[in-house]
């Protein structure tokens, strides 16, 4: 089976642009999560997205939106960029209960965004 | 809320030596519990997780993890380091009740050096 895949892997960004991250989980996985790595914050949830529904959000401004579509892919935007939204992107897809692996969260290779 | 502390930034081991990182929670009720392995400019890969049943899990590449309930931790072991071990580290948590979702929250990552 294909890996989570992201693009683009490498953008960069003016502040006040807004950006959009895709991704494509793997093939059967119905939910994808989004998480946020920098340096000074480490890994911080930012949303998760079931059949096409908003499960759990985490704390960040309204800024941050995503959305999932009917194949389970799914986008997240970042609108009126900040210094302080460069970071890697990282998505993750997720089998449903009623399989060998449940719970596992499969990680994309990210999306690398730099806000100049 | 739930919240996941690696006390050590850096683990140094040599190559052949014992390795162990180590991993603390705080979760309401039952927590699965997750280790993944980050090599450099790459997503995040799945080691081994904890969801219920023996407490010894047994993961990828030769690691294990051992969860201990009253003193709630999960460190992560290895009997026999390699040089190709060096990575940052990350343990997860998230709480059984969570109504379905994956939420996952990360600790701040261990930096695992095995040299020579």
């Known amino acids: 089976k294909a890996g989570v895949t992201q693009t683009p892997r490498y953008l960069i960004k003016t502040r006040g642009q807004q950006v959009t991250l895709s991704c494509s989980p793997i093939?059967?996985?119905?939910?994808v999560s989004w998480y946020q790595q920098t340096p000074g914050q480490g890994l911080q949830f930012l949303f998760e997205?079931?059949?096409?529904?908003?499960?759990n959000k985490g704390n960040f401004p309204g800024r941050f939106s995503g959305r999932q579509f009917s194949n389970s892919r799914s986008e997240m935007n970042v609108s009126t960029l900040e210094l302080g939204d460069s970071a890697l992107y990282l998505c993750?897809?997720?089998?449903?209960?009623?399989?060998?692996?449940?719970?596992?969260?499969?990680f994309g290779p990210g999306t690398r965004l730099t806000v100049t | 809320a739930q919240s996941v502390a690696q006390p050590e930034d850096q683990v140094n081991v040599a190559e052949g030596n014992p390795l162990t990182v180590k991993c603390t929670y705080s979760?309401?009720?039952?927590?699965?519990l997750f280790w993944y392995v980050q090599y450099p400019n790459r997503g995040l890969q799945f080691l081994l997780k904890?969801?219920?049943?023996?407490?010894l899990v047994k993961g990828s590449y030769g690691f294990e993890a051992e969860f201990n309930k009253s003193q709630t931790s999960f460190h992560l072991k290895k009997p026999s380091a390699l040089v190709s071990d060096s990575a940052l580290y990350f343990c997860?948590?998230?709480?059984?009740?969570?109504?379905?979702?994956?939420?996952?929250?990360f600790g701040t990552g261990t930096q695992l050096k095995v040299e020579l």
């Open positions: 993750a897809s997720s089998p449903t209960l009623r399989t060998a692996s449940p719970y596992e969260q499969y």
């Open positions: 093939s059967g996985h119905r939910s």
């Open positions: 997205y079931f059949s096409e529904t908003q499960r």
């Open positions: 979760v309401s009720g039952n927590p699965y």
């Open positions: 904890y969801i219920t049943g023996d407490n």
């Open positions: 997860a948590v998230r709480g059984a009740l969570t109504g379905g979702g994956n939420k996952l929250t």
